[in-house]
Each structure stands twice: as structure tokens, then as C-alpha cells.
């Protein structure tokens, strides 16, 4: 049974990606780092991969444990379920960064590892992680939130964007797949193992409450180390108290106690039987998260376009740049619903669905 709340999670998760990748390619001009639509932009920014990964990890988990049920193990049919999940996920990896490509304005390089690289690496490790017990979990998730201390310079700290996408070897692929690329394994991870601990505690909304509380400490202690210290609190990279490229591990705690406070303010009830958080409020967001895989690759084709027609151009001055990231994030919305109405058969979805059955 599908669960709404999980639905409108998803549509909120990648309407956020839709939103920080435009905002990305259609920057405004004048408009600084410390400005507060910049501020914005980035929070949003900041939320929108931990939430994106965590959900797509509950799913993994949940369809991994489902799979286990009926194979009891089997090899064979782990491999069906595993191998067109993977040449799947690596595909739209691919044509992701050649809808985007630097040579066109874009941001990727042709074999750039990604987010989508990401979930298929945790495809690959599902039918091993199901059988750990949520407390190994939740010591696999610390180790991996605080891998870039030990990884030191070898997570690219000091690098610019093009030198974490880039990569003129199979090593250096692997590299960036695994440990200093834009989403590598190590720390990444840490939110797949968020999103299967979420799933196994949903009857136990005290443990995840007391989980959260110990986030929210967390996130104010580096508040006010911030303060006291007068560092900036979150830049996308540089020096800060959160980073995003690397993943710092206080970055992985703040969104992570984020994360947990989206799951528990969206699921109301739904969990014990009732309604979600809203009712049917926000119902128009589930088409949305149920497309979420069709949507990223498709936007990523839209912001091509763009990001080919802008390049070498004049940025956008604030209002139009505003405008069309707001359009451009919300349009995905109606598209979405007509998009089930009329045409449910026609998506990445379906025919993924297609391949296991």
C-alpha cells in the first residue's frame, strides 16, 4: 500500500532539486552569497539532496525487505530485482549529464558520478543491510557522517565544482564515485541508512522524537559555535560550519534532524491509519512524488535548453531570474497530474516496473 505522506515527501523533495538546480543555471545578477534570496535559495539548496537521498533510501529499504520476503535470499532473484534497477539508475546518470553538459553551459562532464550513481550503489548494498539491526544503523550512519575527517584532503576540500565533476581515468571515476565526487559514497551513504532507520521505526514515533530532539541540540551547538567563532554558519563549499561540497559531517546532523522533522510533520496519522498531515491539502503534490525519477531527468533536459541559450549571454537581473526558477519549479506540479490522467503508462517508473516484473 502507498503511503501519501511518502508521495508528498518525494514531490517536496524533488520540486526542491527542480528549484536549486534552476536557480543554479539562471543566477541573478548582483546578487551575493549573503543576500537573503541567496540565503533562501540555498536552504532550500541544502535540504533538497539530504531529503531527496533519505526518501529514495526508505524506498530502497522497504522494497529491499519486500524482495527478501518472497526470494528468502535466492540469488536469481536478487539479481532481477538489483541489475535493471542499476542500468537504470546509471543511465539517467549518463543522460542526465549530457542533457547538462559544460560544453553547452551545463554542469557535468559526459561520465560524471551523481546522485542517481549514488542510489545505485545503495541498490547494490540493499540485500546486505536489511539484515543489520537498526542500532548497527545507526553506528554505520555516525561512521559515515564523519568519514570526511579521516578522508581528510582526499575529499577535495579546497576543490572547485569543475574539479569534483571532472575525471580523465577510471580511477579517478571511482574516486569521485566514492569519496570526492558531488555525492560519493562516503558520506552519502549516511542518509540511506537515515531513510532504513526511519522506515523501521515508524511504529515508534517516541524513538525517532528522541532522535530528533538529539539533532536539534546538535544543530544548535554549531549555531552558536557560529556565533561565538564569527564564521559563517552554511556555504555551499568553502570555510564554514556546513558545507555541502564535501558533505561536512555537522552538514549531515543539521539535515538529517531536518529530514526527520519533514517525515514526522507530513505523516500525521497515516502510519496508525488515518489521514496524513492536511488531509487532501496537499494531495495535488503525490502525482509529483510519484514521478520523481521522471522528473529529475526531465528537468535536467529543460534547464539544457536554458543553460545552451544563456551561455555567453548577460545573467538575468533578479526578478526574471526569480520568476523563471519559480515557474520552472512549480509547473511540474499540473504536469505531473495531467501526466497520470492522461498518460500513467508513459514513464521512468513504469518502466522500471516493467523490467522486474
Not at 226 to 232: A, E, G
Amino acid at each position: 500500500m502507498r503511503l501519501l505522506y511518502i508521495d508528498r515527501i518525494r514531490a517536496i523533495a524533488i520540486l526542491a532539486m527542480v528549484q536549486v538546480h534552476t536557480a543554479a543555471i539562471v543566477p541573478p545578477e548582483g546578487i551575493t552569497v549573503g543576500d537573503p534570496i541567496a540565503l533562501v535559495s540555498a536552504a532550500i539548496g541544502g535540504m533538497a539532496a539530504p531529503l531527496f537521498v533519505t526518501i529514495s533510501g526508505w524506498g530502497i529499504y522497504r522494497s529491499a525487505i519486500t524482495r527478501n520476503t518472497k526470494s528468502n535470499d535466492d540469488f536469481r532473484a536478487w539479481s532481477k530485482w538489483i541489475l535493471p534497477r542499476i542500468i537504470m539508475l546509471i543511465f539517467c546518470q549518463f543522460l542526465v549529464n549530457f542533457l547538462l553538459s559544460t560544453d553547452r553551459g551545463g554542469r557535468f562532464e559526459s561520465f560524471t558520478p551523481g546522485v542517481l550513481t549514488l542510489l545505485a550503489i545503495a541498490t547494490i548494498i540493499a540485500p546486505i543491510i536489511i539484515h543489520f539491526s537498526h542500532q548497527t544503523r545507526i553506528v554505520l550512519l555516525i561512521v559515515l557522517a564523519g568519514s570526511q575527517y579521516f578522508l581528510g584532503d582526499l575529499a577535495g576540500t579546497d576543490w572547485t565544482w569543475l574539479e569534483r565533476v571532472a575525471q580523465d581515468s577510471f580511477t579517478e571515476w571511482i574516486e569521485r564515485l566514492l569519496w570526492n565526487g558531488t555525492y560519493p559514497a562516503l558520506p552519502w551513504l549516511a542518509y540511506i541508512m537515515l531513510g532504513s532507520i526511519i522506515f523501521e521505526l515508524e511504529g515508534e514515533p517516541n524513538t525517532r522524537d528522541k532522535m530528533m530532539y538529539g539533532g536539534l541540540v546538535i544543530t544548535t551547538a554549531t549555531l552558536i559555535y557560529s556565533f561565538t567563532s564569527n564564521q559563517m554558519w552554511a556555504l555551499p563549499e568553502g570555510d564554514a560550519v556546513l558545507t555541502f561540497f564535501p558533505a561536512s559531517t555537522t552538514f549531515i546532523f543539521v539535515s538529517g534532524t531536518f529530514v526527520l522533522m519533514t517525515f514526522r510533520i507530513l505523516e500525521g496519522g497515516e502510519i496508525q491509519g488515518g489521514p496524513p498531515t492536511s488531509g487532501q491539502k496537499l494531495a495535488i503534490l503525490e502525482p509529483a512524488g510519484r514521478l520523481s525519477l521522471t522528473i529529475y531527468v526531465a528537468h535536467f533536459a529543460v534547464l539544457g535548453i536554458v543553460a545552451d541559450m544563456m551561455y555567453g549571454q548577460a545573467k538575468l537581473d533578479v526578478i526574471p531570474a526569480f520568476a523563471v526558477t519559480l515557474i520552472h519549479t512549480a509547473i511540474w506540479i499540473p504536469l505531473s497530474i495531467l501526466h497520470e490522467r492522461f498518460i500513467s503508462d508513459y514513464s521512468l517508473e513504469k518502466l522500471l516496473q516493467k523490467l522486474n516484473s
